[in-house]
């Protein structure tokens, strides 16, 4: 495994595959235990599953697992299977880690917190990342599971990522694919709400922005002008602003980025332009 702190994690496919191979016959295995990162062997016996650290995992844990394909299981060191998920007091909802065929996502009380039909969590960060064209100090609104930052980071010289929910931190310490906000050197964290902190930084200071809040309706303070206003003074000249909006062909996502385009242009940004691939907008200073 790539994170050994991290604890065994089995989603429905590992599952699945373990149950599969117990039909062929006992014996060593090759699996997952971090989500699809790295492989380790592991023990198939009559009772359960010899996992590392000498865990053996009765075969009824493995079937819970498989009977919850929405959800990421840790093992806990008494040989038991639990949801990887955090309540937070501070919002009063529920964080899930959800696996999909890549990286997983965050639901958010039900709701998963990247694009996932048609495409996987990666492949969704990588079009936002894509589109910023990340280089020199990047500021990163809404660190999430942290993708945006870590894909960010590989590709300038420092960023700047600001999380509301302390929770949200804590789910990202239990994601593997979340590890290298933790380890990148260039990468700084801060928890607050953006709309606040970001009148802390210094005019022209970034190069780029990375906006990918929640939807409208959740966060209208981050699409207000005032808001606005803040992301134009913090780029530089010549900087540029990707701002996620949602599938532009939609309805709703076609009058959120109408709005928010008139309103970055009413705070200066020169041009605006629609990445429908990104689901989102650029906005050059
Ligand atoms: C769409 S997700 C961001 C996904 C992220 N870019 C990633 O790569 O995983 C939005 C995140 O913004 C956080 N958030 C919500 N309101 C915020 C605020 N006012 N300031 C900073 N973060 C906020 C949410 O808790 C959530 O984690």
Known sequence: MIESSLPPLLSAS?????????TVGLGHQTISLDLGLSVTDVILGPEGVGLPGGIWLPWSQVERVLANPQAVFRVTPEARVEKVQIFSQTLNRLYTLMPTSGAPTMLISGIPMHRIKGTDPMADTRAKVRAAAPKGRVLDTCTGLGYTAILAARR???VITIELDPAVIELCRLNPWSQELFRAANITQRIGDSFDIIEEFENASFDRVIHDPPMFN????????????????????GGRLFHYIGDLRSKSGRNVARSAARRLQEVGFRVVKRRPEAFGLVAFK
């Open 14 to 22: 590992q599952a699945q595959a373990l149950l599969e191979a117990r």
């Open 156 to 158: 300038s010289r420092e």
């Open 218 to 237: 959740l966060a209208g303070h981050l699409y207000s002008t005032a808001y606005y206003r803040q992301l134009y003074r913090v780029l530089k000249r």
